[in-house]
Nanobody, 115 residues
Framework: QVQPVESGGGMVQPGGSLRLSCAASSSIFSSRGMGWYRQAPGNQRELVARIMPGHNPDYADSVKGRFTISNSGNWHTMYLQMNSLKPEDTAVYYC?????????WGQGTQVTVSS
């Protein structure tokens, strides 16, 4: 599969906002959905949010009410609007399918929340 391409990361202060984008060229996303994952140093990669065909988005408890996942409608572009960012949101963020993520992963985009 072709690697997705993530962008939009950066450094923000606590309480700030960022919007991540994912460009996905593979048609596999239309059947497996799209998901945002993150990996902080020393931690395993975790699913943050996903959007599946015909279903409402779902979110990790740690980001509910703060993050919003959306896509372009054609399963080729996905976004993650992140508001009220906290230092614990610091991680590399990746996009992949919502279920059964494939290899190789993209390079991800670094999000750093620090004062």
């Amino acid at each position: 599969q072709v690697q997705p391409v993530e962008s939009g990361g950066g450094m923000v202060q606590p309480g700030g906002s960022l919007r991540l984008s994912c460009a996905a060229s593979s048609s596999i996303f239309s059947s497996r959905g799209m998901g945002w994952y993150r990996q902080a140093p020393g931690n395993q990669r975790e699913l943050v949010a996903r959007i599946m065909p015909g279903h409402n988005p779902d979110y990790a408890d740690s980001v509910k009410g703060r993050f919003t996942i959306s896509n372009s409608g054609n399963w080729h572009t996905m976004y993650l609007q992140m508001n009220s960012l906290k230092p614990e949101d610091t991680a590399v963020y990746y996009c992949n399918t919502g279920i059964t993520p494939f290899n190789p992963w993209g390079q991800g985009t670094q999000v750093t929340v620090s004062s």
